[in-house]
């Protein structure tokens, strides 16, 4: 079988035509000069070769989150950060309630009590004579009702202290010192329903028997702190009437009133204690 020969004659492979290119292959244009060095690959020192040099040894990567890619310079003012604002010492701000033993008890059905329905308002059903009690163990957990404020745990510890208090006379005085954790608890607090419900049962606490208002005047220290903080806490109605005076929610009015009836009923001692715990308070005695 024959072999063909391409004809090879004014192409770039004619092989006259490559009689005339110099002897290297280095360049098109020649040989480079003698005082150029030519490249090595990076492993082994080898002298090149005329190829390529693999991209992992010409190249240098950069690790992850590092170099300037993508960053930009301008001279325009960037956003301002917020400025900080001023701290607050949150002095009338509302504490967290810790739970009532009352809620505790009534749920548990240790509490003779129940909620008569009438047409205009509710009242408390006792189960038991008022007057048959134990005073020293009923009173403070009525008492450590009153920081509730759903229902019907707030209605029956505030109507059940009141009923308590109308009917207690000399078994009231005894269970004054029983009585101070749960009202220091109350006003600690700091939220103003809870804080004006525990002044009205401590304004009938203090004219429901003899004595009972001199009993308190060593516990000023903890009753009265609170009561200087929300002192000055007064509607500024200006020239209009406040329709809500018979509900009785001022806490500086009810304040007002608490400390001129703690001092009215405290005695000799009552004012000075007084003066001590809440400097602006003026006596309605003395002047």
Request: charged share 25%.
């Amino acid at each position: 079988m024959a072999t063909v020969t391409p004809d090879m004659r004014g192409t770039a492979k004619d092989p006259k035509a490559r009689k005339f290119l110099p002897p290297s292959a280095g360049s098109p244009f020649g040989a480079f000069p003698p005082e150029w060095e030519k490249p090595a690959a990076k492993k082994g020192g080898k002298a090149y070769n005329g190829q390529a040099a693999p991209l992992s040894q010409t190249r240098t990567f950069t690790e992850k989150r590092t170099g300037m890619g993508g960053s930009c310079s301008s001279l325009n003012r960037g956003v301002e950060p917020p400025a900080a604002k001023r701290p607050t010492a949150g002095a009338f701000k509302r504490r967290q309630i810790p739970p009532t033993e009352f809620r505790r008890f009534y749920d548990r059905g240790d509490l003779p009590i129940a909620i008569r329905h009438l047409g205009n308002e509710n009242k408390i059903d006792w189960k038991v004579d008022i007057e048959k009690l134990d005073y020293h163990h009923y009173l403070p957990i009525f008492f450590d009702g009153l920081r509730e404020k759903e229902q019907p745990y707030r209605f029956l510890a505030h109507k059940g202290c009141l009923n308590l208090l109308e009917s207690g006379g000399t078994k009231i005085l005894p269970t004054i010192p029983q009585l101070i954790i749960p009202i220091k608890t109350a006003l600690n607090t700091r939220d103003v329903d809870i804080i004006c419900d525990m002044l009205k049962v401590v304004q009938k606490l203090v004219v429901s028997g003899a004595l009972i208002g001199e009993a308190l005047v060593p516990y000023y220290r903890q009753m009265l702190p609170v009561l200087n903080l929300f002192k000055p806490f007064n509607k500024n109605t200006g020239d209009e009437i406040d329709y809500a005076q018979r509900k009785r929610i001022c806490l500086g009015d009810l304040i007002e009133e608490t400390l001129q009836l703690l001092e009215i009923q405290g005695g000799e001692d009552a004012f000075i204690n007084i003066k001590y715990m809440i400097p602006t308070y003026e006596s309605c005695v003395l002047n």
